[in-house]
């Protein structure tokens, strides 16, 4: 049957509504937490040998699928496919 409505008033005013707040992080902080991480650093990391040892294109490449990978979810899918 449940709680008379004098019930109800009173437990809200008590623990409030029953109602979950949604919190949205700014974009900026999820672009951000895309580059978080060891498998990013990685990357970086061989994208800058790869700079030192004059390999511009392989640099290119590695920065374009590793960016364009963590940015898109269908991009994602699609390196998914190829391995």
């Known amino acids: 049957m449940g709680l008379g409505s004098a019930e109800v008033q009173r437990r809200l005013q008590q ?3 029953n109602a979950i707040e949604d ?3 700014p974009l ?3 672009f951000l937490g895309k ?3 060891p498998v990013p650093w990685m ?3 061989v994208i800058a040998l790869q700079i030192l040892l004059r390999r511009d294109q392989e640099a290119f490449v590695i ?4 960016r364009s990978t963590r940015l898109s979810p269908s991009c994602r899918s699609v390196a998914r496919r190829m391995h």
């Not at 920065?63 to 590793?66: A, G, L, P, T, V």
């Open 15 to 17: 623990f409030g509504a």
């Open 43 to 45: 990357l970086e990391a």
């Open 63 to 66: 920065y374009f699928c590793s």
């Open 35 to 37: 580059l978080w991480g």
């Open 28 to 30: 900026w902080q999820q």
């Open 23 to 25: 919190a949205r992080t």
